[in-house]
């Protein structure tokens, strides 16, 4: 763990370091008087120019101060940032569409949103470490937090995300389903009120089996099913010998259950995807060139017409950036995987 971390500071340093130059290296040198160079400031002047620079350093250390991170982020706290950079990175991709601008990855987004926040190298940096520990920290109790890690190491496409706020909106659309069969003359009110108390109460067998085949064919529905009697089993098996048994299954690790199939299934069907880029992605960071992407597809699919590469770059790259970000690679190759 600390090795991963130690490395990761590396790699944020090294890009606020870039980040940084750039923008010294693009700002224009300040205009002079000749001779300024060799002015004396007399000592008032000079005594504004001491305190200023005093106010102006207590004023940075307040401010670095209130802008730490804490040593561990809360799920809540992670969750907090994860929504915020999702949201910047939307609007950094409507910018690039309109402009004509080359994409970044998810990751490049997460170290410029947290720049454009702080500033301060310093801060970058540790704020960038405590979202990667968070992210370590909480993976496994959230999958929320687990796509975003996946993201970041572009190990799945950044719409997949909604994808899974589809399937839990969809899981409870149809449980309402259920509960309005039952009780059709219920009103929206009283439906709404049932369906959180069923939420709070737990699922029987006949309701999450319905969601479950529903949503899946039958071989992935009872690959599921599996999963479901194995978290029931497990829940049920932590209670005390003399409790009474319950079949029910709480509505939230029913959830959980499902947005986690859901991710396996996209990674597996993603996996030659992934080990595709990788191989070509020497440096590891989610960017292929035009001559990188060939070799992708390549990998996919020997046969493969250049015709029909040629086509392929110049829907994913028409401007002929010369950088292909994974995510974007993924609706584009998708049929290359199913055929």
């Not at 940096?125 to 370590?136: L, Q």
């Not at 396996?264 to 440096?283: G, I, Y």
Request: some cysteine; overall charge negative; charged content about 30%.
């Amino acid at each position: 763990m600390q090795e991963d971390v130690r490395a990761a500071r590396v790699e944020i340093e090294s890009f606020v370091t870039s980040q940084q130059n750039t923008l010294i290296t693009d700002s224009s040198p300040m205009k002079q008087s000749p001779g300024s160079h060799l002015a004396t400031p007399n000592a008032s002047a000079k005594g504004r120019r001491l305190g200023s620079i005093s106010k102006s350093r207590q004023v940075d250390s307040e401010c670095r101060a209130e802008s730490q991170p804490p040593k561990t982020l809360t799920l809540k706290q992670l969750r907090s940032f994860i929504e915020e950079i999702y949201a910047s990175k939307e609007r950094y991709d409507d910018k690039c569409k309109q402009s004509n601008m080359p994409y970044e990855t998810m990751e490049q987004h997460m170290y410029t949103y947290l720049n454009q926040r702080y500033g301060l190298k310093e801060l970058v940096v540790e704020w960038a470490t405590a979202i990667v520990n968070g992210v370590k920290k909480h993976a496994a109790s959230a999958n929320d937090v687990v796509v975003f890690g996946r993201i970041l190491r572009n190990e799945i496409e950044e719409e997949f995300r909604f994808v899974q706020m589809k399937l839990r909106e969809t899981a409870e659309e149809l449980l309402l389903q259920q509960l309005k069969g039952r009780h059709p003359l219920k009103s929206d009110v009283e439906l709404g009120r049932l369906l959180e108390k069923k939420k709070e109460k737990g699922l029987r067998e006949e309701e999450w089996t319905y969601i479950v085949e529903y949503l899946y064919n039958a071989d992935d529905a009872a690959s599921l099913s599996s999963v479901v009697r194995k978290q029931l089993f497990l829940s049920h098996s932590s209670r005390p010998s003399g409790a009474k048994s319950d079949p029910l299954i709480p509505y939230d690790d029913f959830v959980v259950v499902l947005l986690n199939f859901q991710l396996a299934n996209h990674q597996r069907f993603l996996e030659p995807l992934v080990s595709a880029f990788k191989s070509v992605d020497t440096d590891r960071n989610g960017i292929v060139d035009g001559a990188e992407f060939r070799r992708v597809v390549l990998c996919l699919r020997e046969d493969a017409l250049e015709e029909d590469i040629n086509q392929l770059l110049r829907q994913i790259d028409p401007l002929g950036s010369q950088v292909i970000v994974f995510s974007r690679c993924v609706p584009v190759l998708a049929n290359l995987l199913t055929e």
